[in-house]
T-cell receptor
Framework: ETGVTQSPTHLIKTRGQQVTLRCSSQSGHNTVSWYQQALGQGPQFIFQYYREEENGRGNFPPRFSGLQFPNYSSELNVNALELDDSALYLC?????????????FGNGTRLTVT | DAKTTQPNSMESNEEEPVHLPCNHSTISGTDYIHWYRQLPSQGPEYVIHGLTSNVNNRMASLAIAEDRKSSTLILHRATLRDAAVYYCILRDVRAQKLVFGQGTRLTINP
């Protein structure tokens, strides 16, 4: 059984640019959520996709957007990058969007904005 | 918004039990309590979750207070591999919002 994989592992971008991060969910999982983790902090919930539709969102501006594909893989897009967007971006998949469904995390993409 | 409060750090000795507390006084009736742990340079790893009753699995036990305003993760015999940051989070029934606390950094002494 393949776990959650994220690509790329590291990325350096310039302020104002756009970035796309990718996540392949665990086999059989139809729900994907994304998190931003600044250094030394806990992960912050960005949004969640269930069967290709966003069904939950944290306190992040609209320049953070996403997609979920029919195979349940997902993308996180960030436009107009700011220096504060530098963080570890984590993706997690789960069997369903129910609260009793454990999350399975990837190892993240480390984004540096200069 | 419901949130969780955990001690910043705790220390224990190898082969001793560890009790990691979490306060969630604003928990709603449909929030599940989840625990995850994170090693350096890795994503969080699922440990255990529960709603009202105490739960046991091969990794740990979860004790939930009767009023559900607090919970305790119990590692029965700590090993050096249990050293990590432990997060207590609340996940609602539709999981439309998920709140991480700051986590507890657990140090295990040999």
């Amino acid at each position: 059984e393949t776990g959650v994989t994220q690509s790329p592992t590291h990325l350096i971008k310039t302020r104002g640019q756009q970035v796309t991060l990718r996540c392949s969910s665990q086999s059989g999982h139809n729900t994907v959520s994304w998190y931003q983790q600044a250094l030394g902090q806990g992960p912050q919930f960005i949004f969640q996709y269930y069967r290709e539709e966003e069904n939950g969102r944290g306190n992040f501006p609209p320049r953070f957007s996403g997609l979920q594909f029919p195979n349940y893989s997902s993308e996180l897009n960030v436009n107009a990058l700011e220096l504060d967007d530098s963080a570890l971006y984590l993706c997690a998949s789960s069997l369903s969007d129910r609260g009793n469904s454990p999350l399975h995390f990837g190892n993240g993409t480390r984004l540096t904005v200069t | 918004d419901a949130k969780t409060t955990q001690p910043n750090s705790m220390e224990s000795n190898e082969e001793e039990p560890v009790h990691l507390p979490c306060n969630h006084s604003t928990i709603s009736g449909t929030d599940y309590i989840h625990w995850y742990r994170q090693l350096p340079s890795q994503g969080p790893e699922y440990v255990i979750h529960g709603l009202t009753s105490n739960v046991n699995n091969r990794m740990a036990s979860l004790a939930i207070a009767e009023d559900r305003k607090s919970s305790t993760l119990i590692l029965h015999r700590a090993t050096l591999r249990d050293a990590a940051v432990y997060y207590c989070i609340l996940r609602d029934v539709r999981a439309q919002k998920l709140v991480f606390g700051q986590g507890t950094r657990l140090t295990i002494n040999p």
